[in-house]
């Protein structure tokens, strides 16, 4: 119950700072490139799954979710709730030569330099335009232009019948 | 400062339930396989990295950690103090024909059904035997048996300028 509470507060707090940030900036509702910042804290959430992207991306992984994205996830409740912020690190794909080592042969990659970031952040008014999702894309902590983000929301699209995420919990 | 004598309490919680649960079983300290259990809550601490380990393994893989494991990464202090706990949870590496198709090219690879939690556990008295390290594995939340631990310790022995300890921190 204390969790629950805790998250709807949370949740509470993040549409409440969003709504002011809106209104600060003079944004107009539904806007494609929304003015996401990174959430503070992100590296510590916790874990929805991991991925390897091979081809041009070439990247390993890892989905992290705030308190709203995991208790979601965990109660498999679509569509996420409002304050949900799904992020997605990766970092190159790299052999490792001392795993390899240890293991004998050549298998082992982990994760090397950190390639962005990217972020979905559900605000059902404030992204109505974009399935209630604002998508921002971050390298070294700064955001990406505009143009990087055209293609966002239309990617995801084939994925609206898991509300327009295409990452599945890792049990 | 409230984090730290947080991390110090659950630190010092952690070794006392594991003496006692030592004494109860009557084993000896440094014994190869240490009886150890599957921390509840552990799927909800923090990242550490990510990997990939093709060939016979051929898994995705997320690398946690307690709060003294994280502690000691960012502040890149070793050895790992004692109540320093790492999971190593891995995943069937599957190909997400939903992710290919919205690439547009066969490249994306996730985590399907959980192969194997394995566990590092600090305690330099107890584990003195094997670096100050205990290890387990479970399947299904169950453990293996002592034969299946046997290797552990002596194939992370060519990671000992790293306390044994082959994963690195993602930044």
Same mark, same amino acid.
Do not use: C, W
């Given at each position: 119950m204390k969790r629950i509470v805790f998250t709807l507060v949370a949740v509470i707090a993040v549409a409440g700072i %969003? @709504?002011?940030?809106a209104r600060a900036s003079g944004? %107009?509702? #539904?806007?494609?490139?929304p003015g996401i910042k990174l959430p503070p804290g992100y590296r510590d959430w916790r874990l929805i799954s991991v991925a390897?992207?091979?081809?041009?991306?070439?990247?390993?992984? @890892?989905?992290? #979710?705030?308190?709203a994205a995991i208790e979601a996830y965990r109660k498999?409740?679509?569509p996420f709730p409002d304050g949900t912020?799904? @992020?997605r690190l990766a970092w190159s794909y790299v052999p490792s030569e001392e795993n390899n080592k240890a293991f004998g042969r050549e298998?082992?990659?982990?994760? #090397?330099?950190?390639?962005?970031?990217?972020?979905?952040?559900?605000?059902?008014?404030?992204?109505? %335009?974009?399935g209630g999702w #604002?998508?921002?894309q971050f390298k070294d902590g700064k955001p990406a232009d505009e143009a990087a983000l055209k293609g966002c929301f239309s990617c995801h699209e084939p994925a609206k019948a898991n509300d327009f995420v295409f990452t599945h919990y890792a049990h």
């Open positions: %969003a @709504a002011l940030t944004r %107009a509702d #539904g806007e494609a490139t390897h992207e091979a081809g041009s991306l070439n990247d390993l992984r @890892a989905v992290l #979710g705030n308190d498999e409740k679509l912020i799904i @992020a298998q082992s990659f982990v994760a #090397g330099a950190p390639t962005n970031v990217q972020l979905m952040v559900k605000d059902s008014k404030k992204y109505a %335009a974009t #604002g998508f921002a």
